[in-house]
């Protein structure tokens, strides 16, 4: 590729920097400081690395690009712009942050194709890009053969300060350097200032010193301002770096160009103001109204759909030659990249009866993960080091190491935070694969972030959740997730189940692989449950069902979650002895049971029914949409406590004889 003169290089680098600096100023809202400052660095990656095809965001083997400093997201549309994508336009530019526009406030993969994962909190999208590149590199060591590569790109990922302080960025790049990820580049945009300041008030480590002892590649760009040999030759390097992930220290000045504001907080967050603009325009020789961009600049960055159409084309090539030699796998690779499931892949879910022995729902779940697994190539997952505890290996494969990446055990560490935002990575690299990542309930809260960036950036992530209450007993209260369920349903676009049995478990992880729009997380017990009558895993999708009933309508409705069902059944049959009507609804999940019509809703829980017991072992906050105004419920509303689990139950009201009591004084 021709490399452009200086002069139209630096004609292109100001255009990115005024676009960005006239849509935050128009907006009167945004962050122009970083697309000032990482231009030049962002101008090398996509002008002389980066592949892609503008007018195919979605085509499969081209490079990723993440702005894990995502509050300077102009930098992104303006590139997005440039090189012809679709997707933003100018007037898109001029709508940046307003109601209705594809350039947001911060990137939204959703929102804006050409962008891969929503970035925000910062840290998450370096973290994404964890995913992304172990993506790349499990498909590649999977479908790739000797003589026909059709899983060939890069993970690029620029990152601020904020990003390297946040701790998330530190679990998932400590384990990018363990699993040698050699196709992931960073670029750090060093420029020493953040909201509150120059970085020397808070933050004065070596970050490049950090990253070598992770095991990544490092390498030192002095002069990010205006030296594009030293950032061209330092990505070449990297690239030929293959056994590690690199990490590229590009030093730079926050608000390059502006006379009076640069490297200063004040350019971080705010607009620069119209006289600070046109002294940035007359510095940097910028003759040129709001919003244009010189011709040269615009067909130079043009190029890019060009060279998009011909990589994308060449590629073609190469999977119409792999199709006729490898035609089997090229099947499993080509239903995958279009989100298609395999035929029969829920054909081996187990299904119980009451005559089977009762076991933990988590053990219910071990089975029924590897009862998916071979005939669902695309699960991988792991747990955030407590594998035998969550028991989520896949006895079908081995583990996802440095030279072992066609495997789908993942290995996380205990990095719960990091391992969530891997996930959402992974299940965002398009391809199909289906992650699942695990740990005790409670430490949900470690990973929400990335639990709510799952749902707001439609990851079809499975979380499992194993130890999901009081029950788990002699840990005590630091262990014992009380508040956590409740807190997980507020959570919007995210599916919370909570499976009573080994038929629920099986429901539960049809209606997860299922959802790919949407994460689901799933609640498993750490004791003993029986195996309900009523049970079955296709009403899990209704997410509440007829657990047990009476004849005529019922005088009480009895509703439980997950272990504590089994408990409203031997209340009820008693109460039945005793001549009361009584109706039992088992309710795994809240937000299936809500899409359900009306007719379906009325059905299993009739409104005219008013007399109710909700029993579920966590806080009751939330179930006053079903309690209702002369309900009650047995619930947990205080922090657990040390003991055996069936103690902490018992001494927390978890009994058929409490229940039963409960159930009468609400009837009176």
Same mark, same amino acid.
């Given at each position: 590729m021709a490399v452009a003169t200086q002069s139209l290089q630096e004609l292109c680098i100001n255009s990115i920097r005024f676009l960005a600096i006239d849509a935050v100023e128009k907006a009167k809202s945004g962050h122009p400081g970083l697309p000032m400052g990482a231009a030049p660095m962002a101008f090398v990656l996509w002008d002389r690395f980066m592949r892609f095809n503008p007018k195919n965001p979605q085509w499969f083997n081209r490079d990723r690009f993440v702005l894990s400093a995502g509050h300077g997201c102009m930098l992104q549309y303006a590139l997005l712009y440039l090189t012809g994508y679709d997707s933003v336009g100018l007037d898109d530019i001029k709508q940046f942050r307003q109601w209705g526009a594809r350039t947001p406030g911060h990137p939204e993969n959703f929102e804006t194709p050409g962008v891969e994962v929503t970035t925000g909190p910062l840290g998450q999208g370096i973290a994404n890009a964890v995913g992304l590149a172990m993506a790349e590199a499990h498909l590649a060591a999977r479908f790739n053969k000797p003589d026909a590569a059709i899983v060939d790109h890069y993970t690029y990922a620029i990152l601020g300060d904020g990003c390297n302080m946040e701790g998330v960025s530190g679990e998932a790049c400590s384990l990018a350097g363990h699993l040698g990820l050699g196709k992931l580049i960073a670029l750090y945009d060093d420029n020493h200032i953040s909201i509150d300041g120059s970085t020397d008030i808070s933050f004065t480590e070596d970050v490049a010193k950090r990253f070598e002892a992770y095991g990544w590649h490092v390498i030192h760009v002095e002069n990010g301002n205006t030296d594009l040999d030293s950032i061209e030759k330092a990505i070449a390097e990297a690239k030929s770096v293959t056994d590690k992930p690199s990490f590229i220290k590009v030093t730079t000045t926050i608000g390059y160009g502006s006379p009076n504001k640069a490297n200063t907080a004040g350019v971080h967050g705010a607009a620069l103001g119209g006289e600070e603009i046109e002294a940035t325009r007359k510095n940097l020789g910028w003759n040129h109204d709001p919003f244009e961009v010189p011709e040269d600049a615009l067909a130079h960055f043009r190029k890019a759909v060009d060279r998009g159409a011909e990589a994308e084309q060449a590629w073609n090539a190469s999977l119409d030659t792999y199709r006729s030699k490898y035609p089997e796998e090229a099947a499993t690779f080509e239903r995958m990249l279009k989100g298609e499931l395999p035929q029969g892949w829920d054909a081996d879910l187990p299904s119980f009866t009451p005559e089977d022995k009762g076991i933990a729902t988590r053990k219910h779940s071990e089975a029924t993960l590897n009862a998916l697994a071979p005939n669902l190539? %695309? #699960? /991988?997952?792991?747990?955030?080091? *407590?594998?035998?505890?969550?028991?989520? %290996? #896949?006895?079908?494969?081995?583990? &996802?190491?440095?030279?072992?990446?066609?495997?789908?055990?993942?290995? &996380?560490?205990?990095? %719960?935070? $990091?391992?969530?935002? @891997?996930?959402?990575?992974?299940? *965002?690299?398009?391809?199909?694969?289906? !992650?699942?990542?695990?740990?005790? #309930?409670? &430490?949900?809260?470690?990973?929400?972030?990335?639990? =709510? #960036?799952?749902? *707001?950036?439609?990851?079809?992530?499975?979380?499992?959740? +194993?130890?999901?209450? @009081?029950?788990? $007993? %002699?840990?005590? !209260? +630091?262990?014992? !997730?009380?508040? +956590?369920?409740?807190?997980? =349903?507020?959570?919007?676009? *995210? /599916? /919370?189940?909570? !499976?009573?049995? $080994?038929?629920?478990?099986?429901?539960a992880y049809k209606v997860a692989v299922q959802n790919r729009k949407r994460p689901t997380l799933i609640a498993f017990t750490r004791q003993n449950v029986p195996n309900l009558a009523a049970s079955t895993a296709d009403k899990v999708a209704k997410g509440a069902y007829i657990a047990a009933d009476c004849e005529g309508t019922p005088e009480m409705l009895l509703i439980g979650t997950g272990s504590e069902v089994s408990l409203c059944l031997e209340a009820a049959e008693k109460l039945t002895a005793e001549g009361k009507k009584v109706r039992v609804i088992s309710m795994p999940s809240w937000e299936l049971f809500e899409e359900q019509d009306d007719a379906y809703r009325e059905s299993v829980l009739p409104k005219a029914v008013t007399k109710r017991l909700v029993v579920e072992a966590a806080t009751r906050f939330g179930w006053e949409r079903y309690i209702g105004a002369e309900g009650d419920m047995v619930s947990v509303d205080t922090f657990g406590a040390s003991a055996p689990g069936g103690t902490v139950m018992e001494k927390f009201g978890f009994t058929v004889d409490n229940v039963l009591a409960k159930a009468k004084a609400v009837l009176r």
């Open positions: 190539p %695309e #699960l /991988v997952g792991g747990s955030a080091d *407590l594998t035998h505890s969550n028991l989520t %290996e #896949l006895k079908c494969s081995g583990s &996802f190491q440095k030279g072992t990446y066609e495997n789908r055990n993942l290995r &996380f560490g205990v990095r %719960e935070h $990091g391992m969530g935002s @891997i996930c959402n990575g992974i299940a *965002l690299h398009n391809s199909g694969l289906i !992650p699942y990542c695990a740990t005790f #309930l409670v &430490f949900a809260d470690y990973m929400r972030a990335a639990i =709510r #960036l799952s749902a *707001l950036s439609e990851a079809g992530v499975i979380y499992v959740m +194993t130890h999901d209450s @009081i029950a788990l $007993g %002699e840990d005590g !209260p +630091t262990h014992q !997730p009380v508040e +956590t369920i409740a807190s997980l =349903r507020a959570i919007p676009n *995210l /599916v /919370v189940i909570r !499976p009573a049995d $080994g038929n629920e478990t099986s429901g």
